[in-house]
């Protein structure tokens, strides 16, 4: 089963984001977890507990450093807790030091540590792959090193930090994803994430060929205008419901 979720702008209202992701059919929205605390703008403090009250559904995208594991693990298992949530994704990035063949192991470790406590508190964890600014869990060598560590960790599929699409296929070949952050890019550009449709991303072809297989969470990480967020849905819905007629077809005809 598809979910379709959104990440928040969070320079918004909170509950104007709401109200615009349950008139368009979104069933969660995520919100970024960054230095210990929640990222929203115009929410005052327990912003944890403001989301709470506000009765829609979430998922924590945790921005984590290499130092940031040990010194805001508790904090996120807290807010993870006090939202009753069952699931979080984290971002992994090194900023803070000099990436060296090393590096993806430091954050194997790291990941493992956390893992073991987020399972300890019944909550499943996500690991998100990287584009090639950020140099580490971006190639799939470093994915296989991850999760050949941590093989209970489920990916987080980015599919605005491909290379290519031989890229995108050594990558499932490390890991199938249960998760999608979808926008869309130019392959002459290191990073973006443009709305759908302004970039060069073949989405027909990627979930015909490549995730036709994808059963699971697909968040849009578009944070431009209603008609942006809307249309790129709309764009990955038609993509998606064409992958399940061509399946159907394959099925019927064997």
Aim: hydrophobic share 40%.
């Amino acid at each position: 089963m598809i979910e379709y979720g959104r990440s928040i702008r969070w320079f918004n209202d909170y509950e104007d984001e709401i109200k615009f992701s349950e008139s368009n059919g979104f069933d969660f929205m995520q919100l970024w977890f960054v230095k210990g605390e929640l990222v929203l703008d115009k929410v005052l403090t327990p912003k944890e507990q403001h989301v709470y009250n506000s009765n829609f559904p979430v998922i924590i995208h945790a921005l984590y450093d290499v130092n940031d594991y040990d010194k805001y693990n508790s904090e996120l298992i807290r807010i993870l807790k006090l939202l009753k949530h069952s699931e979080v994704i984290i971002h992994p990035i090194c900023e803070e030091l000099v990436v060296n063949k090393e590096t993806i192991y430091l954050i194997s470790d790291n990941i493992y540590r956390t893992n073991q406590l987020l399972k300890s508190e019944g909550v499943r964890l996500y690991v998100e792959n990287n584009s090639i600014i950020d140099k580490v869990n971006y190639m799939p060598g470093d994915l296989k090193i991850v999760f050949d560590r941590n093989p209970d960790v489920e990916l987080v599929l980015d599919i605005a930090h491909i290379d290519s699409y031989k890229h995108l296929q050594n990558i499932l070949e490390v890991k199938f994803p249960k998760c999608l952050h979808i926008s869309d890019k130019r392959f002459i550009s290191f990073h973006e994430h443009l709305a759908v449709g302004q970039g060069e991303l073949n989405f027909d072809l990627i979930f015909r060929k490549y995730l036709k297989e994808f059963e699971g969470k697909v968040i849009f990480e578009v944070v431009g205008t209603d008609e942006e967020i809307i249309n790129s849905k709309n764009i990955i819905k038609t993509a998606i419901e064409n992958k399940y007629y061509i399946n159907r077809n394959i099925l019927a005809y064997n």
